[in-house]
Each structure stands twice: as structure tokens, then as C-alpha cells.
């Protein structure tokens, strides 16, 4: 690991002025991914900004009937939240199914949004990898591709995004919560927070310099029936081949988002109508425009059984 300097932060806003002051500045929480990729020298950041004293770690229900959570909130804290097993099971399934406990005790709901991909060749500084090193070229192109992109890649990337966390927002719509370096309060999308690579993999987001994420707003309860299902190579520890994130109405309609098929959490809220028809339609519509490779081709069928499971367990 290579040196760097260390300061707490005092506010959101100094933080984020102190990261967009320098370029090889990074917010650090929990640390369950910086510090792994630090170790690596993936990820060399000379200054390390502790937000931990910022105290973004409530859950609050807000005025319109959603659920405000703090940037800092410990997954383990989230999961096990009244309201949220209540309100929103959907995301507490999506973070009981990710890493270990003792890595849930740390790792935060912001920090889970933004942790970087687990391609092999990302973890590899000896290969290329332009989400590492821009312009250098993809090593898991033409390499071996079984856990990663079958839609939504690109030329120069054909990573996934691993967190478990993420799909089950993107089903239900959560707003992430910012401050910029002005001390400027933005709100995005979920659906919008993270980029597809083009010929930019490195640039993950659409955060701006410094900016930093304050807190998520989940929108009021949509009830049906909230499943998560991931689907891996052991049964605890590992990352998704695929997920699926469901919202099921009694009507057959509802909501869907993958993971484990692209570089952001996979919603096609246009091919959600085809849900009452069945897994395979459904499946066939949202992975519309799929390239999978030799080797991870059966994520395509993956996605239709798991598809089938969850319409029918939904079905009761």
C-alpha cells in the first residue's frame, strides 16, 4: 500500500471541497472495497477524506410517506430495520444475500452504491483494463467472460457492477441524495446514478468531482410481493451470475431488475409490461439487444428460469 495523508471531515461540504481539491483524494466509510484495492494498487489515492463523523447514519420516514437513509448506515443496520422489512422486504433480502456479516457490519449504504467491479482482469494490474487504466484496452474481451456483461457493455468494457444492494433500488426507485463542492444539493435518479461504459468504463457515474453522496430516499410502499433471488456459484460469499430484483402485483404486473448481466444495475421499465405473459417473453424483452459471448451465453436462460421461479413463487 502506498502512503497517503488522512483527515476527518467536519460537513458534507467540506468534504467534497477537500476530494475536488485534489484529484487523488477518495471518501472513505466503511473501506470494505477501498481498502482492498488499495492493498492491490488498484486504487493509489494520496489523501483519504473520513466521513464516518458526518452523521448520516438515520433511518427516517419522510413527509410523502418513503423512507430516508443515511449515506453512512451500515447494511446490517439496514436489513434488519422495522420499516424497511416491512415496507420494503425487497431490500432487505437484496442485502442479507450479499457478503458476509462481518462485511455487512461495516460496509454503507453509499460505499455499496458506488463499489467498483470484481472483473478479474480489473483485479490484475498486470493485464490491461481500461476501467484501471483508460486507453490500455479489455483484457476480458476475446478472455474468459462466464460472470461478466451480456448487455450494456461496450468495445472497451464488459464488466458487471456486483453490488446486491443496488438492483433491488433500482426496482424500487430510490432518489440518491448529494452535496457538491458549492455546498449545492442534487438529487438523481437511481436510474440514472450509474453509467454504461462507452469508451469512458472508468467514469462509473455521474457524480462530479467531490461530489458526495449525503443519504438515499426510497418513494412511499408499493406493497406486492418482493423477491429477491441471486443465483451463484456457492451458496454464501460470492457475487451474482445473476439476480433478479421482482415486484409482483396479484395481477401478474409488476416491476424487475437484474444483476449480474451489465455494468449497472439491468431495468427496462418499457418491457415490464410483458410480465402477465410469462418468464419467457418477459425475460426475451428485457435482455433485448443481448451480445453474450460463448461463455457466459447461459445467462440469457439463467434469467428466464430464474424469472420462472420468482412469477410463480409470487404466484404462491
Known sequence: MRQFSYERATSAEAAAKAAAANPEAKFIAGGTNLLDLMKLQIETPTHLIDVNGLGFDGIEPTEEGGLRIGALVRNTDLASHDIVRRDYPLL????LAGASGQLRNRATTAGNLLQRTRCPYFYDPNLPCNKRQPGSGCSAIGGITRQLAVIGG???????HPSDMAVAMRAL?????TVQPDGTARSIPIAELHRLPGDTPHIET???????????TLPPPIGGRQIYRKIRDRASYAFAL????????PDGTGRIAIGGVAPRPWRVEAEEETLPTGARAAAAAILKGAQPT???????DLVQRTLGAVLAEAKG
Open 92 to 95: 432487505s433480502r437484496a442485502l
Open 154 to 160: 461496450s468495445d472497451a468494457c464488459i464488466a458487471t
Open 173 to 177: 426507485d430510490a432518489v440518491v441524495e
Open 206 to 216: 455521474v457524480l462530479e468531482p467531490g461530489e458526495i453522496i449525503t443519504g438515499v
Open 242 to 249: 445473476i439476480s433478479i430484483a421482482a415486484v409482483i402485483h
Open 294 to 300: 460463448e461463455q457466459n451465453r447461459f445467462k440469457l
